[in-house]
């Protein structure tokens, strides 16, 4: 069985996920926390960074890679067009959500977590219950991890927002003005899958996808998950999930039903 090493809150690892659902893919995920173990998943992998997947003998690092493996591997249902332009404009727009959507929504979360007293457990006063409830359900770890080397200065936080709705206007444009259902055509492909997937730590979906507290099911970003203006992109997201993502079960690591073996740390990319 496939094997995916990821984190539940990953962006990236939530485009993976999207993907292997929507191919239809059996896949085990194994979950990577921070601490002392971190190099478990480096000898395997050759970096520290989830995604990564497992098939065989085979390891690939990088949600892109991954991507691109499993379309040749497992042809069925395929994310990247044949024809020229759409393949090109599937390619095009996946590259963007990477580099756009997924750099600044993290770097966005991440705003509303910086001044935490991760010693202390302290939170600022006026923290939105969102980030509250996030604070809870994130290894304390891993938020210091990502907030290592990102540059959270006012103005780069202030330019984030500004991208990130640049971005959600101009997807929201996409779609008014497609005649197809997604992006690229009228199947799925991974520009479609990228995207939403991308877009998990600005509003959580609200169905039993991801094995996370309840009450951070349908919350997300304030300015974003509750502006009216992105309801045609949250409400195209939400039905690509329920067309295609499949309900979160629990993990089953061997025919024993024992608890999972994991590594026990990484670095969250």
Known sequence: MLELYQFELSQFSEKVRLIL??????YRKIEVVPG???LELFRL????????????NTVI???????LYLDKTYPDRPII????????????????????IGSEARSILLEGLKNINLRTSILPTGTPDVLKNLVGSIPKEAIDILGLGLGLTPDAIKASKAEMHRSLESICMLLSQNSCAYLT????TLADLTVAGLSLVLKIPEGPYLDIPFNLKGKG???????????????????LYADFRK?????????????????TTISID
Do not use: M
């Open 247 to 263: 309900p979160h079960l629990p993990n089953i690591n061997n025919n024993s039903g024992a608890a999972p073996t994991t590594p």
């Open 61 to 67: 690092a990088d949600s892109t890679a991954i991507a």
């Open 36 to 38: 002392i173990g971190q």
């Open 45 to 56: 992998s050759g970096q520290r960074q989830v995604p990564v997947l497992k098939d065989g």
């Open 81 to 100: 067009p044949t024809n020229p332009q759409q393949k090109a404009n599937c390619l095009l727009l996946e590259q963007w959500a990477d580099r756009s």
């Open 185 to 188: 055509g009228d199947t799925p």
């Open 221 to 239: 970003v304030p300015g974003f998950a509750d502006n009216p203006e992105y309801d045609l992109f949250f409400t195209w997201r939400d039905k």
């Open 21 to 26: 659902d929507y191919k239809g893919l059996a």
